[in-house]
């Protein structure tokens, strides 16, 4: 119950097209999903996060749609670029009294061909 | 720059040794977390502080502990090391518990074990 599932495990997506990762969860405790972004070497940076009681969240080409009858929620990358290839990671927060957990999905590799 | 500061970037080090790995969290932010990656793979938490305390456990082995001094700074320690335990060990902070899904990450130490 908590897990959070992440597909696909990679994509490859032309430059300019849409890339899409999805993220599934099962607990309904879960007060924060964020997405972080990591480049080869370097450690992950979040990207961008959204409460459950929103159902989209823009910044830029990234957005993310969450859909809470479904505990599902997804990370949509417009007009993909060469410079966007990295890992993605989805995220969920979890704050219960004083225990405060992050659980994090297993990771997209994201791969736009130019 | 994440404003988290790791030490030292690279470490090979042979099976049996000990190592201890250093980290600087973000001005003002109380958390610690400490993550091991190895190659290709997702992010396995290993343990949280909080000002302090250890707050969180999560898959470290009992040959791995960890502490945050008073200054904030922690210390990861790898002892009786093995082939298996060569990855990339990143240390993460946030300000506080209830921002523990903002996560700034710093650069990683990369351990190589041989």
């Known amino acids: 119950q908590q897990q959070v599932k992440q597909s696909p495990q990679s994509l490859i997506v032309q430059k300019g097209g849409i890339s899409i990762i999805n993220c599934a969860y099962e607990n309904t405790a879960f007060d924060y999903f964020p997405w972080y972004q990591q480049f080869p070497g370097k450690g992950p940076a979040l990207l961008i996060a959204i409460r459950p009681d929103v159902s989209e969240k823009k910044e830029g080409r990234f957005t993310i749609s969450f859909n809470k009858s479904a505990k599902q929620f997804s990370l949509h990358i417009m007009d993909s670029q060469p410079g966007d290839s990295a890992t993605y990671f989805c995220?969920?927060?979890?704050?219960?009294?004083?225990?405060?957990?992050?659980?994090w999905g297993a990771g997209t590799k994201l791969i736009i061909k130019p | 720059d994440s404003g988290v500061t790791q030490t030292p970037k690279h470490l090979i080090t042979a099976t049996g040794q000990r190592v201890t790995l250093r980290c600087s969290p973000r001005s003002g932010d109380l958390s610690v977390y400490w993550y091991q990656q190895s190659l290709d793979q997702g992010l396995q938490f290993l343990i949280q502080?909080?000002?302090?305390?250890?707050?969180a456990k999560g898959n470290i082995l009992e040959r791995f502990s960890a502490q945050q001094f008073p200054d904030l700074h922690s210390e990861l320690n790898l002892s009786s090391l093995e082939l298996g335990d060569s990855a990339l060990y990143f240390c993460a902070s946030s300000a506080s518990l209830g921002a523990h899904y903002e996560q700034y990450f710093g650069p990683g130490t990369r351990l190589t074990v041989t």
């Open positions: 995220a969920a927060s979890l704050g219960v009294g004083s225990n405060y957990q992050l659980i």
């Open positions: 502080y909080y000002n302090g305390e250890e707050r």
